[in-house]
């Protein structure tokens, strides 16, 4: 069976602190793995990832993939108020069928 | 970044009646479109790949005469609810395909059944 699983499930921060998400996953197939922000409505898509150790950033945020030892972080430097949302990984499996993680609540306080 | 659309964004129904939904992708051509329902404080789960001129791949569990989906176009994907009951309220969400295989998603389609 397929398993994409996200730690932690949530967590608390100030503004001005730095967050790191985990994603594990145990999948037969392994297309990508994708990062996408959900706040009230659908996901809005962040970073994908096919190869190992080359970080993706875009801003605060950034992110790494180890095929090796089968996870991906998340890491958002400088958090800021707007950053509140749940974040879900998910991996592409094959033919763009993808495995969600439950996603992790970020809640960052003025 | 590809847009995604659904119509309509919000649905209230009476328990029997049938419910369609749309997604378009409105600027570029999805070969591929993908149908997922999330319950709240829970994950998506998908429910169906729908492939342009062939029918759905329905994952397991998912009733597909009851969950009819028609990918009539390269940008149109409608997934209809038929005999819609209170447990089948959800948050249903669409995705799209680009050439690059990144998927995107459309805004969701909050559907409560009374």
């Known amino acids: 069976e397929d398993k994409v699983v996200q730690s932690p499930l949530s967590l608390v921060v100030h503004e001005g602190d730095t967050v790191t998400l985990n994603c594990s996953y145990e999948?037969?197939?392994?297309?990508?793995l994708l990062w996408y922000k959900q706040e009230k409505k659908a996901p809005t898509f962040l970073f994908m990832l096919?190869?190992?150790?080359i970080e993706k950033k875009s801003g605060r945020l950034s992110s790494i993939l180890d095929k090796k030892e089968l996870f991906s972080i998340l890491n958002i430097t400088a958090t800021q108020t707007g950053d509140s949302a749940v974040y879900l990984c998910?991996?592409?499996?094959?033919?763009?069928?993808?495995?969600f993680g439950a996603g992790t609540q970020v809640v960052v306080t003025p | 970044g590809a847009v995604v659309s659904q119509h309509p964004s919000r649905v209230i129904c009476k328990s029997g009646t049938s419910v369609k939904i749309e997604c378009r992708s409105l600027?570029?051509?999805?070969?591929?479109m993908f149908w997922y329902r999330q319950f709240p404080k829970q994950s998506l789960m998908l429910m169906a790949t729908?492939?342009?001129?062939?029918?759905?791949?329905?994952e397991q569990g998912v009733e597909k005469d009851k969950f009819l989906i028609n990918h009539a176009s390269l940008t149109l994907s409608t997934l209809t609810v038929t005999s819609a009951h209170p447990e089948d309220s959800s948050f249903y969400i669409c995705?799209?395909?680009?050439?690059?295989?990144?998927?995107?998603f459309g805004p969701g389609t909050r559907l409560l059944v009374l």
């Open positions: 999948v037969t197939n392994f297309r990508s």
């Open positions: 998910a991996v592409d499996l094959l033919w763009g069928k993808f495995q």
């Open positions: 729908s492939n342009e001129g062939s029918k759905a791949t329905y």
């Open positions: 600027d570029f051509q999805a070969t591929t």
């Open positions: 096919t190869s190992s150790g």
């Open positions: 995705s799209a395909r680009d050439g690059k295989e990144t998927q995107y």
